[in-house]
Every structure is written in C-alpha cells, then in structure tokens.
C-alpha cells in the first residue's frame, strides 16, 4: 500500500511540466488560490 | 471529467485551480483537451512521480487506477482527501464546493 497524504498536513509540494511543457509547482498557488487536485484513472 | 468540466465556473468562483494529473503522456493529454476542450491545467506524470508521492491506488484487479481528489487551500494545507476504492468512487462537486466556500470564509475570516 502506497502512502497517502493525511487531512490538515503541508501539502507536499511538486513540480511538473503540463502538456504544453510549461513547468508548473504546487507552490506555485500558495497565497493565491486553492487547489483542487484530480488524479484520473485515464482518459476514455 | 465531463462533471467537472461542467462546474467549472463554479471552482473558479471558489478562487480555485482545477489540476489532473495522470500517467498518460504530454500528447495524450494535449489530444484529450483538445477533443474535450478542457480549462483545467493537464500535467502528465508517465513517471508516476507525483501520483505515488499522493498515494494514489493502483488495483491490478479492477483495471488500473483508483480516481483519487485532494484539495489544498490556499496556505498549502490539505483540507480534503478522497481515495476512490472504485472508478465511479468519485465525490460530488457539490461536497467539495461546499467545503471550498467554507476555507474561503475561514481564511478571510483571520484577516
């Protein structure tokens, strides 16, 4: 069983390029907005 | 996917970013977008880097991955974590709103 991350912890923080190649973090929301983060079984 | 894409608006009236991240690689995603026309950021993760990092659930007996959401306000904590045990396993947007619209007033709150 993989970790999971728990409820009212730091958000551990990443770093990826989307689809276009720009990079973009986590972090890069702090301060100004929320993050609803979606983790899909695939695209059909 | 078509459910989120569909309240949209209502995530960004939340002052919130909708991100996906999956295995499939850049031109999966830039295909898939494009076909659905999608506003979210797209991040592809063929390493797997970030969804093991999430723990997201690999089932070798019910055809791959797990749907998984987790939501961080805006001090990078998360306030919200659902592990899906099943692929229809997946919250209503209206839960998570709700819960959005409530870490806004929080926030504004210690202002």
Do not use: C
Request: charged share 25%; no cysteine.
């Amino acid at each position: 069983m993989s970790k999971r991350v728990e409820l009212n912890q730091p958000a551990p923080d990443f770093t990826l390029a989307d689809f276009k190649g720009n990079e973009v973090s986590l972090s890069d929301f702090r301060g100004k907005k929320n993050v609803l983060l979606v983790f899909n079984r695939g695209f059909f | 996917m078509a459910q989120l894409r569909q309240d949209y608006d209502k995530f960004t009236a939340q002052d919130t970013e909708v991100i996906v991240v999956g295995p499939e690689g850049a031109s999966a995603f830039a295909d898939y977008w494009q076909k659905n026309d999608l506003p979210f950021v797209g991040l592809p993760d063929p390493s797997h880097s970030v969804l093991k990092l999430y723990g997201q659930e690999v089932s070798l007996f019910k055809l791959g991955r797990q749907p998984a959401q987790v939501s961080m306000d805006k001090n990078g904590q998360v306030r919200f974590v659902h592990y899906g045990h099943d692929p229809s396993d997946i919250p209503a947007n209206e839960e998570i709103l709700e819960l959005l619209k409530i870490m806004n007033e929080e926030l504004n709150a210690n202002y």
